[in-house]
């Protein structure tokens, strides 16, 4: 695997081993931080030009305790706002002998371009383009499924929101089917999980009572406003009346189904305080093996240069 780019097409047994790979790099029960030299004298680079939190930090986290040398560019006031172009500034980045580059970018198709332009030795990692791919969150919502539900073969997985806007849904419902889950639905309005959603292997749900009705899993989704044209913005209220995710409503899953969020979560639109800081939120446990998912990443991906 020389890049990351999407888990779209990527075979079962590399989703497999990316998850066993990670399942190494989780220390439970210590905040001793577990430091490896795989990736030592190896220079990462993270290009966030969208804004992010979780996706950011656990990759800088993950790349430290990889023992690489990590540099995150400041895009605000990087040279872009002079007029420079996202492929002279991977190339002026890898004349500094970059390796890796784990790239956020609000065009769907960015890091592929870059993918496209880069020597053998380098590395891409998707960190979420667009709407379109979040592979490494993709991954670290199965390595969390797989860590609370075991196998997926009889699981029903409940992705509720706003899906048509989602690059985390997208990566979700391609890791979901390649691993086997039983049943993927997609719920919410028509205007954010429309008819067509079934293409890609999913039951659509307009009604959230029959969508989350025996969930063994429920991933919720805020609304993306920045990528939302105004006519099909529902108001925060009218969602939180339809389709948010409180108590009652989620005693219509199976009793010991998990709770998850890609963050950041909008408490009282999609998912209310009670549900998301309740006993079956699993929300805090997906950042955190997001660090040992995005460490297994890595170290696969830089260790591929001979595969060019
Ligand atoms: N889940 C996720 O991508 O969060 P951030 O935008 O904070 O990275």
């Known amino acids: 695997l020389r890049h990351l780019l999407t888990p779209e097409g990527l075979p079962r047994d590399v989703l497999l081993h990316i998850l066993d790979t990670a399942q190494g790099f989780v220390s439970f029960g210590s905040r001793e931080v577990k430091k490896v030299p795989?990736?030592?004298?190896?220079?990462?680079?993270?290009?966030f030009f969208e804004n992010s939190t979780r996706t950011r930090t656990t990759f800088e986290i993950a790349a430290q305790r990889l023992s690489a040398d990590v540099f995150n560019l400041d895009i605000q006031r990087s040279s872009t706002s002079k007029g420079e172009s996202l492929l002279d500034t991977i190339a002026n980045l890898e004349a500094m002998d970059a390796d890796v580059f784990v790239v956020r970018h609000s065009d769907s198709g960015a890091p592929f371009l870059i993918a496209q332009h880069?020597?053998?030795h380098v590395h891409i990692v998707n960190a979420g383009d667009g709407r379109h791919a979040h592979p490494t969150q993709g991954l670290l919502d199965m390595y969390t499924i797989r860590h609370f539900k075991g196998d997926f073969s009889n699981l029903t997985v409940a992705i509720v929101g706003d899906i048509v806007h989602s690059r985390v849904a997208r990566s979700a419902i391609h890791a979901l089917t390649t691993l086997g889950a039983a049943e993927v639905r997609a719920v919410g309005p028509k205007t954010l999980a429309p008819d067509n959603l079934r293409d890609?292997?999913?039951?659509?749900?307009?009604d959230m009572a029959e969508g989350i009705r025996g969930a063994d899993v429920i991933m919720m989704l805020r609304l993306q406003n920045e990528r939302?044209?105004?006519?099909?913005?529902?108001?925060a209220h009218e969602f939180n009346m339809t389709y948010g995710l409180t108590p009652e409503r989620l005693s219509l899953a199976r009793p010991d189904a998990i709770v998850m969020h890609p963050g950041p979560i909008n408490r009282g639109v999609e998912i209310d305080s009670a549900v998301a800081d309740g006993p079956r939120s699993v929300i805090l446990d997906q950042v955190r093996f997001g660090i040992a998912v995005r460490m297994a990443v890595l170290s696969i991906v830089a260790s591929a240069e001979s595969q060019a």
């Open 118 to 120: 880069t020597p053998p």
């Open 200 to 206: 890609m292997g999913v039951r659509v749900c307009h």
């Open 228 to 235: 939302m044209s105004g006519a099909l913005l529902p108001s």
């Open 38 to 47: 795989l990736l030592r004298g190896k220079s990462v680079f993270n290009l």
